[in-house]
């Protein structure tokens, strides 16, 4: 069974950082890409950033510059550095991951969600 692991969330102070990291484990294939997503009260899903098994990144524009996503594919870990964190940033963080659990079409599988609270 495919599974993926978050942690690293919590509470920090607005300019503060955060460094989640999200774990895949399980039968799998392969991993095209993995990415974080976040989700505030009252608000849709949004992605945040994505990395493909190549490197190439996305983020969202309001993290440019201040996020930065990597990953360690022997770890099958990717990581988000969070730098200069503003009060909206707040919301439950995603791991997303695009895998294959065997030769065929890829599925996107979710964490369980990290709660990031920035205030003062």
């Known amino acids: 069974q495919v599974q993926l692991v978050e942690s690293g969330g919590g509470l920090v102070q607005p300019g503060g950082s955060l460094r989640p990291s999200c774990t895949a484990s399980?039968?799998?294939?392969?991993?095209?890409?993995m990415g974080w997503y976040r989700q505030a009260p009252g608000k849709q899903r949004e992605l945040v950033a994505a990395?493909?098994?190549?490197?190439?990144?996305t983020y969202a524009d309001s993290v440019k510059g201040r996020f930065t996503i990597s990953r360690d594919n022997a770890k099958r870990t990717v990581y988000l550095q969070m730098n200069s964190l503003k009060p909206e940033d707040t919301a439950v963080y995603y791991c997303?991951?695009?895998?294959?659990?065997?030769?065929?079409?890829?599925?996107?599988?979710w964490g369980q969600g990290t709660q990031v609270t920035v205030s003062s």
């Open positions: 399980g039968s799998i294939f392969s991993i095209l890409a």
């Open positions: 997303n991951g695009r895998m294959a659990p065997a030769p065929g079409s890829p599925y996107d599988y």
């Open positions: 990395i493909t098994s190549g490197g190439s990144t």
